[in-house]
């Protein structure tokens, strides 16, 4: 084999391996963004900048997350409203949420035995007394 052999064969071969690696990357289908609507929430941010200092003034945890029993514990005042985002990072098609509406001291308690094991990110957002709060949580099952 000469060297003019060579050359076409080496550019033959990387031309195969692109266009292999650019097919295998087309038919991808599990690619998730963080949210569908990124731009919007981008806007909103200030507001979640917000709800997080009136979270940090409260000078409480929200919810504690239980490894052992692998459950969430509110600690929220009876009257609050919200909602209990059970976020993963890897796979959009897991995520969960969960309206919350206190009405007794019975309704503190979230188990989350049932979701996949693995990276989790547990999102609480509530209101109670007119203002709005936020707390975040990263915890692994």
Same mark, same amino acid.
């Given at each position: 084999m000469d060297w003019g052999k060579g050359i076409v064969l080496t550019f033959v071969v990387f031309a195969g391996i692109i266009i292999s690696m650019v097919t295998i990357c087309m038919?991808? =289908? =599990? %690619?998730? %963004?963080?949210?569908?609507? /990124? /731009?919007e929430e981008e806007i909103r941010y200030q507001e979640h900048i917000d709800k997080m200092d009136n979270a940090t003034a409260l000078g409480l945890d929200a919810f504690t997350f239980d490894g052992k029993t692998k459950a969430v514990d509110l600690h929220l005042p009876v009257g609050s409203k919200g909602e209990l985002h059970l976020f993963r990072p890897s796979d959009a098609r897991l995520d969960q949420k969960l309206a919350l509406d206190i009405v007794d001291e019975q309704s503190l308690f979230v188990d989350l035995k049932d979701l996949k094991p693995g990276y989790w990110r547990i999102k609480l957002t509530w209101s109670a007394d007119g203002k709005s709060y936020f707390q975040e949580e990263k915890v692994t099952l």
């Open positions: 038919k991808q =289908d =599990d %690619l998730h %963004l963080v949210t569908q609507n /990124y /731009y």
